[in-house]
């Protein structure tokens, strides 16, 4: 596993700094299972975290493995999910993943329990690499990806959702061209690995509470001095386009 050592922009470390005083340390606990991890990250799609643990738990309870769900008929899977919403859709996207997982671990070679051969094709690159194989899995998006290796493999991959988007442009971290797939990959570049998460964290905290994107509470914000969006910096010197 290669380490990459960034030095951050004095902007980005104020508004690290700043995020931190103002919503806390973060610390992050990742299970290293990036294949629970990306079945709970289908699931959570389009509904509430309660609804989403609720099908997980019972996806896992009912099917001991993942072999399993692969090889059970869908309807069983997207019963087992209902809870979750769109059953149908994500219990098929579910196998989906799952049949391409063993499709290539058998190319190679490979018997491995695919929870095995997914933590190992993740450990075998670089995160930036990492999050790209893991977006060649079927219906597997760029957040999605993001989520994966932050969340379970403790791997600095910035997840970029609408609140980190909005936030992390107003603030020039970003350019104001680049969309949030791009975002992605910007952030591999600009923040320190050990970063990432504190920022993933603080950035939706501040665009939930403050930085709202229909009348921002700018008047009360703490991160007032270090924001493109009021003028207090220049987006051209402090964002990546
Ligand atoms: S000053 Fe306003 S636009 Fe800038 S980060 Fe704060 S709330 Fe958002």
Redo the contacts with the bound molecule.
Sequence with gaps: MTTTSIIPSIHLTSVYNLLIDTYGEMHNDPDYDPLGGLVGTILSQHTSDINSDRAYHQIIKTFPTWEEVRDVPTHLVAEAIRSGGLANIKAQRIQDVLNTLTTQQKESGGNKPLTEYLYDEIEKRTPEEAWRYLRTLPGVGPKTAACVMLFDMNRSIMPVDTHVHR?SK??GLIGPKVNAEQAHTVFAKIAPPDWVYGLHVGLIR?GRQ???AQR???GE????A?????G?VNPQETGIS
Excluded at 226 to 230: D, G, L, N, S
């Design positions: 936030v107003r603030l501040h403050i930085c709202h921002p509470k700018c914000c703490p991160l007032y270090q924001c493109a969006y009021v207090s």
